[in-house]
């Protein structure tokens, strides 16, 4: 494993972000490493598992790897992407996954975050949800999951900004459960981990998937879903999405025309 930590004490299991020079961003190779510790975990009986970045970090996660999304004209989150599998391989985990945050949180990496049953984080935390600073159009399950967090008005305001959200204002609107002073934040993450070990694990499981199948219940018509995917198609086929990855990778704001 190069890029996260793993530790299994009784049936807790602890994934530690560690690819400090990508600024734990969310690479093809970083999410894969993660999705087979969860898999080993769930073999191993983790009741619980909690996803935390080393002690210490400014930034939890940079989000997706930028590097890595398509320049244009494919889909840069499609069903296949890295991102959309960690997501899916978290929400269906027979088990809690807690996150545990210290830093920044970017984009697709506050999707992962929302995507855990319970979050956990340290006062000077902010959450960056940052679609429409890139020029990215976000995918449907993706708003799905910050819908699920966290009331439509919120989600818009976080969408249409861009702007980090304080771990407190998170907190204060539902977004995540709890603002734990630091050096409490491990204390107090683990006290959690481990009462919910010693409950039922069959029936947290069943009780974390009915929640899922339920809040994933939304009635999208077949017909609502097509112009969703179109209206994406119409802005990944953009010169505005180029033009974000262009600017990211140029280091330079990007200037958008609207087509
Ligand atoms: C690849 C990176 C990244 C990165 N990928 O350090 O949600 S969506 O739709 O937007 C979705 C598609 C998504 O998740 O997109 C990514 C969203 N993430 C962001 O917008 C965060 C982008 N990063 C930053 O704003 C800064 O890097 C932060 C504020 C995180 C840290 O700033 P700091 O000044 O500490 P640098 O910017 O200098 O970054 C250090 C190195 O990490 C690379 C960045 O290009 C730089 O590489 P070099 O050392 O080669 O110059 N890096 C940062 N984020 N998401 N690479």
Redesign the pocket.
């Known amino acids: 494993m190069e890029s996260i930590e793993l530790s299994l004490e009784g049936h807790i299991g602890i994934i530690t972000l560690n690819s400090p020079?990508?600024?734990n961003?969310?690479?093809h190779a970083l999410v894969e490493e993660v999705v087979s510790a969860l898999r080993n975990f769930a073999e191993r009986d983790a009741r619980v598992v909690i996803l935390r970045a080393r002690p210490g970090v400014?930034?939890w996660?940079?989000?997706?790897?930028?590097?890595?999304?398509p320049e244009g004209r494919r889909d840069?989150?499609g069903w296949d992407d890295p991102?959309r599998n960690l997501v899916r391989t978290i929400e269906t985990y027979p088990a809690p996954v807690i996150a545990m945050i210290e830093g920044?949180v970017?984009?697709?990496?506050?999707?992962t975050v929302l995507a855990c049953d319970i979050v956990i984080a340290a006062p000077a935390s902010t959450f960056?949800?940052?679609?429409?600073?890139?020029g990215?159009?976000?995918n449907v399950s993706?708003m799905m999951t910050f819908m699920s967090a966290a009331s439509v008005r919120v989600v818009k305001e976080l969408a249409f900004t861009?702007a980090p959200v304080s771990a407190e204002r998170a907190e204060r609107v539902g977004m995540i459960n709890h603002v734990v002073e630091l050096d409490e934040l491990e204390k107090f993450t683990l006290g959690m981990a481990h009462t919910i070990a010693d409950n039922a694990p069959l029936s947290i499981r069943v009780m974390k998937e009915q929640l899922r199948v339920l809040t994933g219940a939304k009635p999208v018509s077949p017909r609502g879903f097509e112009k969703v995917q179109g209206l994406r198609r119409v802005v990944y086929d953009s010169y505005d999405y180029a033009e974000g990855i262009r600017a990211?990778?140029e280091?330079r704001r990007p200037k958008y025309l609207g087509r």
């Open positions: 020079k990508k600024l961003a969310l690479s400014k930034v996660s940079a989000g997706h790897d930028v590097s890595e999304l840069p989150l991102l920044t970017w984009g697709g990496a506050v999707e960056a949800v940052t679609p429409a600073r890139l990215v159009p976000y993706g861009a990211f990778k280091k």
